[in-house]
């Protein structure tokens, strides 16, 4: 019954690590590192204690426990949901047998991929918020950046544990790489390009969590189906704690545009720049940048990769066995719609199984609609009539069919001269980032916020908003 956390040893975790001294020792000599790195490129601000929640148990009810920690305490642990002892592998060749409890020698080096490069994401994305600690617009912000930021250390520790346990000396050289590539180095970047974009301001910030870790979450969807046990058992804990994540993204979003709204309405101008508000034209621009980057980590519309990986087991699609078909999709078409070099659109008909970077996406699209729905709704309560959108999907790409075209917001593909003269109009601008710097000055007393932003409708685990969520 693995379900219990063990806080006892060195290294928290439900994998029963004692039990193995070679796996304990190996990863007990990668944990100084880990805080090294920690302490190198993890959150500049210094702090006595923040308000954070630790896993206590995989379980379905009370998992987390919340306290006051001194960051650098924090347990970071190894996780893994509850084994289920009849899985069997729900698509591709290998559907229906059990699933894999060891890594099989012909899927060693997919596998190991697939694993290194969600590793490689979530150290990235906390050292693209460093300095975001000191702009908080509130303590309660202050504190919810922190806990994403350690929940994201430890979603490196949950790759780091698969690579030690089940890759061997290869594993533990990846591991190794994961703490040597650091956000935008010129000589060892991170290996997805939204990962290597600087998290500025705190606008960005809400954006990334929306946006960008929504895309991990249906990265780490597609890797929960996986055939081999340990690494889907990781991703099913680690979307727990993405859930978090999502809502820090929408509700920032959310307090934006509310605060804005407020703004629009008290001065009867959509020019609220002057009243320490962000217009709405920002907003959407910044929508659009990180929509658009966050597209490109789904990679190319069209991949044999995928296909393997899905026929062999790896990578399912998002809520596989929801899906009304064979599980195999040998034999099914689906259609993509690419740009050609005349300016017009073209609809090819493909095998689906080649098309399941594109599928993924579509998910992810659809979900994104929902958080423009919420956005726009505060808009219409506030009696604005502008309406945020999310861009075509083949706006500013650099990955796939749609890159090397210039393609507008609405899915117009214009030369490069319209392009260029449109650009400041569809993606922030010098200035648009300047203005939205300058509005980030820390608010670091009890109850109080920046003028940017609307406080929060509730604080976090029934604490109320003006709650000492940091002590400073
Ligand atoms: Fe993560
Ligand atoms: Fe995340």
Redesign the pocket.
Known sequence: MPEKIDYDSKIPNNVSLADDRRLQRALEGWQPKFMNWWSEMGPTLETHGVYLRTAVSVGRDGWAHFDHVNVPDYRWGIFLAERDPGRTIAFGEHKGEPAWQQVPGEYRADLQRLIVIQGD??PA?VEQQKLLGLTAPSLYDLRNLFQVNV??GR?LWAMVYLLHAYFGREGREEAEALLHRNSGSPDAPRILGAFNEETADWLAFFMFTYFT?RD?KYQLGTLKESAFDPLSRTCEF?LK??AH?MFVGTTGIDRVVQRSAELIREHDTMDIGAHGGIPLEIIQRYLNFHYSVSLDLFGSETSTNAANYYTAGLKGRWLEPRRQDDHRLTDDSAQLARPRDDGTWETAELQKIVLLNLDLRGEYIADCETGVKRWNKILDEAGISFRFALPHPGFNRYVGINSGHHITPDGTIVDEQTWRRGRKHWLPSTEDLAFVRSLMRPVYERGKIASWVAPPRQGINGKPFDYEYVYL
């Open positions: 994401t979530e994305s929940e994201e979603h870790d991990g680690m704690e993405e994540h």
